[in-house]
């Protein structure tokens, strides 16, 4: 199976980016994970360092004003970590960057420290100090807002990445996708454009040779087919360039036509059946555009058989009278059940020369054009293969 390489390497492209995203957003995750432990160490390590300046502050009659002045200043320079002291009745008797609720009043205070003291013992044991033999204070503590706040960075870090990611990813491929839609319709429209000088001249020139005695009346025939042919490819293209005219048709007569065409032009050793069940319906369909559609259908059957085989084309309404069926089957070579959609991807092709863009534009004409829908409704390997187009009726119909 070959597919173009610039698909190939686009997958891979995209692959890549978010294989370095993850790497990124995962490094960033682990590096704040790391700063954030390391913060809490310092601020344990901080508060062991406070609970020895309480404990010194305790047996102040050893100490010498100047260190009890400087272990003064230690308790006060902890402007972060909030710490309660309690006593030995688990009274508390100090805190500090504790924030406590306004107007309350002495035992409600208590009563809040209290609590706050039971939600820091979850986070750290307290620090027991001996302040005189046999009497002991607790120093309960927990961290920081800010390192408390950081661990959620890597959270938000991430959610942000993947915000971003999302709305790249959505706006790239939605941009691209204008952009091929834009080439395709342009290219499409400029390609008919051009072939219009050339079949004007080509049809004046036939006109010439009919007054021309000498030449002859067979050669001006297939010359007047070959360039009705030409102008129905200029029709195709300028149709699928920009907003196709739909119009009411009677789709039997289409198929017909498809198929009277297409049998001149393929082995004599493929048949063609054609099965209608009603001649009335009919369909707004773009005429040019979903004869295009029924002969790509019937090109790639006759690969598949190996030019040696049966194409049926069967055309029907749906049980609820809403919707047109029409069934394109053949007994080719069938297609592999993991590849039935693949099928329809620009680019996936299985033969020697082809491009496999046939699908892909079947599926733009039905579904983009025709509001309809198209897939593969039975494939056996070996067997054969069924596509099927449902296509809304006319208003009228379902009345
Ligand atoms: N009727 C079918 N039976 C089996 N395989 C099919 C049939 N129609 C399409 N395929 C598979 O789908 C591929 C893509 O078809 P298409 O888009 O028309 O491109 P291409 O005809 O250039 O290969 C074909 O190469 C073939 O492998
Ligand atoms: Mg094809």
């Given at each position: ?21 993850l790497?990124?957003g ?5 590096y704040t ?19 020895k ?7 102040t ?6 260190v009890s ?5 230690v ?19 100090s ?8 107007k ?13 003291v ?7 044991e ?6 005189a033999p ?19 960075a890597?959270v ?7 915000i ?25 429209k ?13 049809m ?14 067979e050669?001006?025939?297939?010359l007047?087919?070959d ?22 048709v009677?789709l ?31 369909a ?6 979903f ?34 069926i ?20 620009p680019?996936f ?12 534009l ?6 983009k ?21 449902i ?9």
């Amino acid at each position: 199976m070959k597919t173009y390489s610039i698909y190939k390497n686009s997958a891979f492209l995209k692959w890549l980016i978010a294989a370095l995203g993850l790497l990124v957003g995962g490094l960033s995750v682990y590096y704040t994970n790391m700063l954030v432990r390391r913060l809490a160490d310092r601020e344990k390590r901080q508060v062991d360092f406070f609970a020895k300046a309480q404990r010194q502050l305790a047996l102040t009659e050893e100490t010498s004003q100047e260190v009890s002045f400087l272990l003064m200043e230690v308790i006060q320079n902890n402007d972060l970590i909030p710490v309660i002291l309690l006593n030995d009745r688990r009274t508390p008797i100090s805190h500090r960057n504790v924030e406590i609720p306004k107007k309350l009043s002495e035992d409600e205070r208590n009563s809040y420290l209290l609590k706050k003291v039971e939600e820091m013992g979850e986070d750290y044991e307290p620090i027991v100090v001996e302040i005189a033999p046999d009497v002991y204070n607790f120093i309960y503590y927990t961290n920081s807002e800010l390192v408390r706040e950081l661990r959620f960075a890597p959270v938000i870090q991430l959610a942000i990445l993947a915000i971003l990611g999302s709305i790249a990813y959505v706006v790239f491929s939605s941009s691209k996708r204008a952009e091929q839609n834009q080439v395709w319709a342009g290219l499409a429209k400029e390609t008919a454009h051009q072939l219009g000088t050339p079949i004007s001249s080509l049809m004046a020139w036939v006109e010439y040779f009919k007054t021309d005695e000498n030449f002859s009346e067979e050669i001006i025939v297939e010359l007047e087919k070959d360039i009705s042919r030409l102008e129905m490819i200029t029709a195709r293209f300028s149709s699928i360039g920009s907003v196709p005219q739909l119009q009411e048709v009677n789709l039997p007569q289409t198929i017909e036509h498809v198929v009277q065409y297409l049998s001149k032009r393929v082995s004599s050793k493929v048949a063609f059946h054609i099965d209608i069940a009603d001649r009335d319906i009919r369909a707004n369909i773009s005429p040019p555009l979903f004869e295009w559609v029924i002969e790509n259908l019937c090109k790639n059957a006759v690969d598949a058989m190996n030019s040696q085989g049966n194409i049926t084309l069967e055309l029907k309404r749906s049980s609820g009278h809403e919707m047109i069926i029409l069934d394109v089957s053949d007994d080719g070579k069938g297609i592999p059940p993991g590849k039935l959609k693949a099928v329809f991807k620009p680019g996936f092709t299985t033969k020697k020369r082809g491009w496999g863009l046939g699908l892909t534009l079947v599926k733009r004409i039905v579904e983009k054009y025709h509001g309809g829908k198209i897939f593969v409704k039975k494939s056996i390997p070996g067997l054969g293969t069924t596509f099927r187009i449902i296509i809304p009726v006319i208003d009228s119909e379902k009345v």
